[in-house]
C-alpha cells in the first residue's frame, strides 16, 4: 500500500528527473563549456599571431627604409669623394705641367746666361791680351787715373757728406793702387797719402743722427707735462728773495759755526731746513691779494708748440753744425721747461737730459786731404816732361 503511494507520488512529479539523467545532463553542460573555452582560446591565440606578424613586418619595411637611405648617402658620399679626387688629380697635373714648363724656362735662361757669361770672359781676355801687348806704359798711365779719381772721390765725400770713414777707405783703395806700380818717384804720394789716411784715422767721428733722435724723443716727451699758473713763478721768485743769501767773501760755513757756541749753530741749521722745506713745498698767499689764474689752454698750447720749433731748430743746426744755434735752442728750451712747467722728477730729468745734449759737439773738424792730389797732379807733369804723354 506505501509502495503504491510512492509511485503515485513520484509520477504526480513531473519536473523532477532520476539522478542519472542529471549526471548525464551536468557532463554535457561541462563538455560544451570546455568545448567553447578552447574555442575562445584558440580565437585569442590567433589574433595575437596576427598582430605579432604585422608588427615583424612594419619593422622590416622600416629597417629596408633605413637600409635603402644609408646606402643612398653612402653612394653620394662616394659619389663627391671619387670627383673630388678627380679635380685634385687634374690641378695636380696642371701645377707638373707648369713645374715642367718653368723649369724648361729657367735652363734655357741658364743657358743663355752660360753663353752670355762665356761671352764676356771671352771680351775681357782679350782686353786683357790688348793691355799686355800695349805695354807697361799704358797700363801705368790706367792705374793713375784710377788713383786720381778715388782721391777725388774721397775729397769729394769729404766736404759734402761729412764721412771720415768713406775717405779713409778710398785713399787707402787708391793706395792699394799705387802699390801695383814699381816706381821709386810714387814715394812722396803715397807718403802724403799715408799722412792724410792717419788724420783721417784721428778724426772724432760725431753722432749726428744719435743726437737728432734724442731731441726728438725729447720733443715728444714735452707734450706730456703739465704746465705751472700764469703767475706761479711770481711766488717762487719771492720765495727766493726771502731766502738767506750767503755772501761770496765768506770761505764756507764750517769755519763760521766753528766760532759760534754748538746750541746757536743747533738752532741756525733747525731754522735753514725748516725755511727751506716751508719755501719748496708751502705757498703762502695773502687772502687781499687775488689768487693767479690759470694758464689758459691757447696759451699753454702756444708754450708747447713754440718748445718743439726750438726745438726741432736744435736738430736742424746739428745736421748744419752749427754749434751756436744747436746750444742756443737748447738753452731756451731748458729755460722754458724750467719756468713753465711743474717741477718734478719728469721735468728735472728732462733738463738733466737738455744739459747733456748741451754738452755735445755737434761741429766735427775735418782735416784737408787735397794735397795728396796735388802730389798726384806733379807726378803726372813730371813724368809727362820726361816721357812725353807715356806715364809709367
Known sequence: MNNKKQVDSTQDKPGVESVPETKAKRKAEAKVTSDSQKTTGKTSTGRGWRLLAIFLLLVIIAGGGALGWFGQTLWQE??????????????????QQN????QAEQERLLATFDDKLQALREEQQN??????????????????DEVEFLIRLANQRLLVERSPKGAQSLLESADQVLAKLDDPGLMALRKTLSENI?????????????????????SDLVMTFS????????????????APKVEPAQTGEAATRLEKPWYQNLWINLRQATQGFVNRHFHVRSLEQPLAPLMSIDRETQLRHSLLIVLGNAQQAVL??????????LARAEKDIAQYFVDNNDTRALI????????????????????????????????????GNREG
Not at 78 to 95: G, K, P, V
Not at 374 to 381: M, P
Open 78 to 95: 662616394r659619389a663627391s669623394s671619387t670627383q673630388n679626387f678627380s679635380q685634385q688629380h687634374l690641378l695636380i697635373e696642371t701645377l
Open 99 to 102: 713645374i715642367e714648363r718653368k
Open 127 to 144: 782686353q786683357l791680351e790688348l793691355l799686355e801687348s800695349n805695354g807697361g806704359t799704358s797700363r801705368g798711365k790706367l792705374l793713375l
Open 198 to 218: 792717419a788724420a783721417l784715422r784721428s778724426t772724432a767721428i760725431i753722432d749726428r743722427e744719435g743726437i737728432f733722435l734724442r731731441i726728438g724723443a725729447l
Open 227 to 242: 704746465a705751472l699758473p700764469a703767475h706761479g713763478l711770481d711766488v717762487v721768485e719771492e720765495a727766493d728773495e726771502l
Open 320 to 329: 748744419r753744425e752749427e754749434a751756436e744755434i744747436y746750444r742756443a735752442s
Open 352 to 387: 738733466e737730459q737738455l744739459q747733456s745734449l748741451q754738452a755735445e759737439a755737434v761741429q766735427q773738424s775735418l782735416p784737408d786731404i787735397s794735397g795728396s792730389l796735388y802730389r798726384l797732379q806733379n807726378y803726372r807733369d813730371a813724368a809727362e816732361k820726361r816721357f
